[in-house]
């Protein structure tokens, strides 16, 4: 599209929609489990398809999992999770999750987690008439091409024997109009407990950001009647991975991962 980057087109809500929320507070020595999922599909025009996206479709797929577990020692944690399946603008997120534990292992007890975001979205192409709410973005052949993206982060907790840790996530993958990104946020902070005396945090701590990016481009007039369209021929690809891992006494480690795609960003 003319004066405009390639990206994400997001799907709309439903005429339907769900919010809900989960709160978690524990404070326990001894054993600890706790889990949270959330898998999540939508598509706009229609029905979610079972191949090939028809025209002007899009399709977002998205999977949030947390859990953390224990064998013993102190825990104390605050979580909370988010969820609306609304139209979101620029800002707002259809998944939010946050929490803060202190763990403290004793006679030998540990504490192992994992959690994940996960988005991925793409679109056939899509005239670019009624996608962009902007009077001057527009004309009767702007076309939005197609895209196939897909982005995660993911941490994970091994064998932490003490440790203050904080993470928070974001998704935003449904939008009224192409002009909303699609967007995810991911945060990790894993400090001393103050409470240990020993200035340090023990155990693994690993992230792994990751992303997989497949444009097209609009191909003007012929994308209409030519074999020589390209709106669904790949015009770019980019692919990145971060890894990080660190073990031993921790003093403080800290990562954030920030995407967005969209037609404008």
Not at 13 to 37: K, L, R
Not at 224 to 232: E, F, G, K, Q
Not at 238 to 264: E, L
């Amino acid at each position: 599209m003319i004066g405009y980057a390639a990206g994400d087109r997001l799907p709309n809500q439903t005429p339907e929609n769900q919010v809900f929320s989960i709160d978690t507070v524990i404070d326990v020595t001894g054993f600890v489990s706790d889990n949270t999922m959330l898998s999540w599909v939508i598509a706009s025009p229609g029905a979610i398809p079972t191949g090939i996206l028809g025209a002007s479709q899009s399709i977002a797929d998205i999977t949030y999992r947390d859990s953390i577990m224990t064998n013993g020692g102190k825990l104390s944690m605050n979580k909370n999770f988010d969820f609306s399946s609304k139209d979101q603008s620029s800002g707002l997120y259809n998944v939010e999750a946050q929490k803060v534990l202190t763990y403290a292992s004793t006679e030998g007890a540990h504490l192992v987690g994992e959690e994940e975001y996960t988005l991925s979205v793409a679109g056939n192409y899509a005239s670019g008439d009624g996608n962009i709410r902007c009077v001057f973005s527009t004309s009767a052949n702007d076309a939005l091409p197609a895209f196939c993206n897909i982005v995660s982060a993911k941490s994970s907790l091994i064998n932490v024997n003490s440790a203050q840790i904080s993470t928070k996530g974001q998704i935003r993958a449904v939008a009224s109009d192409a002009g909303v990104p699609a967007g995810l946020n991911y945060q990790i902070a894993v400090t001393p407990d103050s409470n240990s005396g020993s200035g340090y945090a023990e155990g693994t701590v690993k992230t792994v950001f990751a992303g997989s990016i497949m444009e097209a481009r609009d191909g003007g007039d012929d994308n209409y009647n030519s074999a020589t369209a390209t709106w669904n021929k790949t015009a770019a690809t980019n692919t990145w991975k971060d890894s990080t891992m660190v073990t031993g006494g921790i003093k403080n480690f800290q990562k954030a991962f920030a995407y967005q795609s969209g037609f404008r960003v």
